[in-house]
């Protein structure tokens, strides 16, 4: 059974920074695509970043490239967002998701979360100013 399982959320003053951790068991960690999406209240869900095990391939929001950093640690099955600089507006509910196998070579859109396959259960982050 695939679990993923956020971490790391919390509040944090405007500019600083938080890592949300998202920890994966139940899949052989060698092919898939995780992504991290958020959804503040009363708006659409949306991507943030996406990293790709088949090329290491990272992808992000415009809204968050510069700030944010997506890495994986495959020994640790796991995926981080190391989170920099963070706005107001960055408050939200974090969730990662999965794609297993990865459809990304197959070109599937890394911010299109009907693409994802399994989710976590999320992580609040709020950002006050």
């Known amino acids: 059974e695939v679990q993923l399982v956020e971490s790391g959320g919390g509040l944090v003053q405007a500019g600083g920074s938080l890592r949300l951790s998202c920890a994966a068991s139940?899949?052989?960690?060698?092919?898939?695509?995780i992504g991290w999406f958020r959804q503040a209240p009363g708006k659409e869900r949306e991507g943030v970043s996406c990293?790709?095990?088949?090329?290491?391939?990272?992808y992000y929001a415009d809204s968050v490239k510069g700030r944010f950093t997506i890495s994986s640690d495959n020994a640790k099955n796991t995926v981080y967002l190391q989170m920099n600089s963070l706005k107001p507006e960055d408050t939200a509910v974090y969730y990662c998701?999965?794609?297993?196998?990865?459809?990304?070579?197959?070109?599937?859109?890394?911010?299109?979360?009907?693409?994802?396959?399994?989710w976590g259960q999320g992580t609040q982050v709020t950002v006050s100013s």
């Open positions: 139940g899949f052989t960690f060698d092919d898939y695509a």
């Open positions: 990293i790709s095990s088949s090329d290491g391939s990272t």
């Open positions: 998701a999965a794609q297993v196998p990865s459809t990304l070579t197959y070109g599937s859109s890394w911010y299109s979360w009907i693409t994802y396959d399994y």
